[in-house]
């Protein structure tokens, strides 16, 4: 039976609003100096703990997008789209052991200061401008539509959907502009309401198929009751389609393509992501080493816990949609639409715990809301206003237009999500970002491991590198079966069900990082053999602590049984 909201659920609601603010405010006031400089606003003063770094990793990663679009994932494939989370745990332990020792080595804020060091200026503000329309345009406008209408959705007033989008963007302003000290200690906060709340909704949806099957309310007979009913949504490897696969399975493949993932896409995605990402890597630019080691792998093994809560969820919701429950709750916006999983599940909960989970999911919203305005704001006021514009500002004026252009961003953000002017709605908003932040991620890994690992790198070379991987992305996303056929040696193009034939989106970040690379190398041959902007690496920057060690040991064991069991 479904509960509406009640005065219990604005009460818990009210207490996590006044709770996050309330220990913001206080996070601000107790290391406040007379004047704030660049380095306490943008890096925290390097005063962020092992956990604060780890948590504000995760609460910054996971939003709206992840709820709805996850869930509805794991309603359609199932457990296999897991692996972006689980991959992501590899990644962190990458950056942390060999990309990290060399961003504090180069002592930079942002990324684009890292692209000036080893490159050139030009890349460094190419990059800053694509980074910014990309952060403002895709990142900041579609965790506010998603978010709005996620919770618009959950209270059941789609008319509110302006003001809770507006008051969405206020709650994160107000945490964003006490700087990175601020965003950074109440995303533990946040990211506490958020396991909380969806663990609750994941026990509350295991129980309701274990009553579904007259099993009680048993949250571990429920999840054997879904393996045993849904098996085909617990494998993480799909095999290759022949032609007789059913247009069903074949999409599920385009999503997640089995093995061949793991050798393409699923790295260049991930990597791009953890390791070249001011949004993710500004909360460890500030510690020492060890610090941001530690809490790059803690954020690795929360990232294992993620898809219980935002995937299992969808199951769920398969498994009870498929035994003739939630069948008008899937179809709540007027069809059957399979991001309406994790929403369906909701209607559900108890009182008290709708409160909860709806303040876990505005924790994951306005968390990731204020790590990206905070990145906009650094990469705007060191890459281009002090770089270019003012280069004798003074630190407190600095400071002045961090907190401005925070501001900025929010409010073109609000004016492009209010009318959906760039179509997030039109195309599923998980869609919309992948699409626009994948395309660009094969040359900016390129051009960062090159640059990081490989002396001989040159800056014409990186330029190339960013460029031809858009172009390669897009040429293998949208032309190379018209162009090529559906069968080559490099790929193999499916029927889309749309009449026309698709290259799996993670085999084309692949096929575009590879010949980027290549391309890349052979560029730099031409040039010196040590680039004169180089970085000296020493190996015994890669030497990790026994405490280290042993975290990147646990890590791997659990993904290891965690592939094991599902294969």
Not at 258 to 271: E, K, S
């Given at each position: 039976?479904?509960?509406?909201?009640?005065?219990?659920?604005?009460?818990?609601?009210?207490?996590?609003?006044?709770?996050?603010?309330?220990?913001?405010?206080?996070?601000?006031?107790?290391?406040?100096?007379?004047?704030?400089?660049?380095?306490?606003?943008?890096?925290?003063?390097?005063?962020?703990?092992?956990?604060?770094?780890?948590?504000?990793?995760?609460?910054?990663?996971?939003?709206?997008?992840?709820?709805?679009?996850?869930?509805?994932?794991?309603?359609?494939?199932?457990?296999?789209?897991?692996?972006?989370?689980?991959?992501?745990?590899?990644?962190?332990?990458?950056?942390?052991?060999?990309?990290?020792?060399?961003?504090?080595?180069?002592?930079?804020?942002?990324?684009?200061?890292?692209?000036?060091?080893?490159?050139?200026?030009?890349?460094?503000?190419?990059?800053?401008?694509?980074?910014?329309?990309?952060?403002?345009?895709?990142?900041?406008?579609?965790?506010?539509?998603?978010?709005?209408?996620?919770?618009?959705?959950?209270?059941?007033?789609?008319?509110?959907?302006?003001?809770?989008?507006?008051?969405?963007?206020?709650?994160?302003?107000?945490?964003?502009?006490?700087?990175?000290?601020?965003?950074?200690?109440?995303?533990?906060?946040?990211?506490?309401?958020?396991?909380?709340?969806?663990?609750?909704?994941?026990?509350?949806?295991?129980?309701?198929?274990?009553?579904?099957?007259?099993?009680?309310?048993?949250?571990?007979?429920?999840?054997?009751?879904?393996?045993?009913?849904?098996?085909?949504?617990?494998?993480?490897?799909?095999?290759?389609?022949?032609?007789?696969?059913?247009?069903?399975?074949?999409?599920?493949?385009?999503?997640?393509?089995?093995?061949?993932?793991?050798?393409?896409?699923?790295?260049?995605?991930?990597?791009?992501?953890?390791?070249?990402?001011?949004?993710?890597?500004?909360?460890?630019?500030?510690?020492?080493?060890?610090?941001?080691?530690?809490?790059?792998?803690?954020?690795?093994?929360?990232?294992?816990?993620?898809?219980?809560?935002?995937?299992?969820?969808?199951?769920?919701?398969?498994?009870?949609?498929?035994?003739g429950s939630l069948q008008a709750e899937m179809a709540s916006t007027g069809?059957?639409?399979?991001?309406?999983?994790?929403?369906?599940?909701?209607?559900?909960?108890?009182?008290?715990?709708?409160?909860?989970?709806?303040?876990?999911?505005?924790?994951?919203?306005?968390?990731?809301?204020?790590?990206?305005?905070?990145?906009?704001?650094?990469?705007?006021?060191?890459?281009?206003?002090?770089?270019?514009?003012?280069?004798?500002?003074?630190?407190?004026?600095?400071?002045?237009?961090?907190?401005?252009?925070?501001?900025?961003?929010?409010?073109?953000?609000?004016?492009?999500?209010?009318?959906?002017?760039?179509?997030?709605?039109?195309?599923?908003?998980?869609?919309?970002?992948?699409?626009?932040?994948?395309?660009?991620?094969?040359?900016?890994?390129?051009?960062?491991?090159?640059?990081?690992?490989?002396?001989?790198?040159?800056?014409?070379?990186?330029?190339?590198?960013?460029?031809?991987?858009?172009?390669?992305?897009?040429?293998?996303?949208?032309?190379?079966?018209?162009?090529?056929?559906?069968?080559?040696?490099?790929?193999?193009?499916?029927?889309?069900?749309?009449?026309?034939?698709?290259?799996?989106?993670?085999?084309?970040?692949?096929?575009?990082?590879?010949?980027?690379?290549?391309?890349?190398?052979?560029?730099?041959?031409?040039?010196?053999?040590?680039?004169?902007?180089?970085?000296?690496?020493?190996?015994?920057?890669?030497?990790?602590?026994?405490?280290?060690?042993?975290?990147?040991?646990?890590?791997?064991?659990?993904?290891?049984?965690?592939?094991?069991?599902?294969?």
């Amino acid at each position: 039976m479904q509960n509406a909201f009640n005065t219990l659920d604005l009460a818990v609601f009210l207490v996590y609003i006044l709770g996050v603010s309330a220990y913001g405010f206080y996070v601000y006031k107790r290391k406040q100096k007379a004047q704030m400089d660049t380095k306490d606003y943008f890096l925290a003063e390097g005063s962020l703990t092992w956990w604060a770094i780890g948590a504000s990793m995760i609460a910054s990663n996971i939003s709206a997008e992840q709820f709805i679009g996850m869930s509805g994932n794991g309603f359609q494939v199932g457990v296999a789209v897991a692996a972006y989370e689980w991959v992501a745990a590899i990644v962190l332990i990458i950056v942390a052991v060999f990309f990290m020792p060399i961003y504090l080595k180069q002592k930079i804020y942002t990324m684009p200061q890292f692209l000036e060091q080893r490159y050139n200026a030009a890349l460094s503000l190419i990059m800053s401008i694509f980074w910014l329309f990309l952060y403002v345009l895709v990142n900041l406008t579609s965790i506010l539509y998603l978010g709005a209408l996620a919770i618009s959705n959950l209270v059941g007033g789609g008319e509110s959907f302006h003001l809770i989008m507006v008051a969405l963007a206020v709650f994160a302003l107000i945490i964003t502009l006490g700087g990175m000290k601020v965003v950074g200690y109440t995303d533990v906060v946040q990211v506490t309401v958020l396991i909380v709340g969806g663990l609750a909704t994941t026990y509350l949806a295991l129980t309701l198929v274990s009553e579904k099957f007259g099993l009680g309310h048993d949250a571990l007979a429920g999840f054997n009751a879904m393996m045993n009913d849904a098996g085909d949504h617990f494998h993480m490897i799909f095999e290759k389609p022949t032609a007789n696969t059913p247009q069903v399975d074949v999409n599920k493949y385009l999503m997640v393509p089995g093995i061949a993932m793991y050798a393409a896409g699923q790295w260049i995605v991930n990597l791009n992501y953890w390791g070249c990402n001011q949004y993710i890597t500004q909360r460890a630019l500030g510690a020492d080493l060890h610090t941001a080691r530690t809490g790059i792998l803690f954020a690795g093994m929360l990232k294992l816990l993620m898809p219980v809560i935002v995937m299992l969820p969808g199951i769920a919701a398969y498994v009870l949609h498929k035994n003739g429950s939630l069948q008008a709750e899937m179809a709540s916006t007027g069809a059957f639409n399979a991001d309406n999983a994790y929403s369906a599940i909701l209607t559900f909960l108890p009182n008290g715990l709708k409160g909860l989970s709806l303040a876990a999911l505005t924790a994951a919203i306005v968390a990731s809301l204020a790590g990206k305005a905070n990145s906009i704001s650094t990469i705007f006021t060191l890459d281009i206003y002090k770089r270019y514009m003012r280069p004798e500002s003074d630190e407190k004026q600095l400071v002045w237009v961090g907190r401005l252009t925070v501001f900025a961003a929010m409010v073109l953000a609000i004016m492009l999500t209010w009318k959906d002017l760039l179509g997030i709605g039109g195309e599923g908003g998980f869609t919309y970002i992948q699409k626009y932040t994948g395309f660009i991620s094969p040359g900016i890994v390129a051009v960062f491991v090159l640059g990081l690992f490989w002396k001989r790198t040159t800056a014409p070379a990186a330029i190339a590198g960013i460029l031809s991987g858009f172009i390669l992305s897009v040429f293998f996303n949208n032309y190379a079966p018209a162009v090529f056929g559906n069968e080559t040696l490099f790929y193999t193009a499916f029927p889309n069900g749309k009449g026309g034939y698709e290259i799996p989106f993670l085999i084309c970040m692949g096929l575009s990082f590879a010949f980027t690379f290549v391309l890349m190398i052979a560029m730099s041959l031409a040039g010196p053999v040590i680039n004169p902007r180089s970085i000296n690496v020493d190996a015994r920057m890669f030497k990790v602590s026994p405490q280290t060690l042993s975290l990147i040991v646990v890590t791997l064991l659990m993904i290891t049984a965690l592939y094991v069991k599902f294969w």
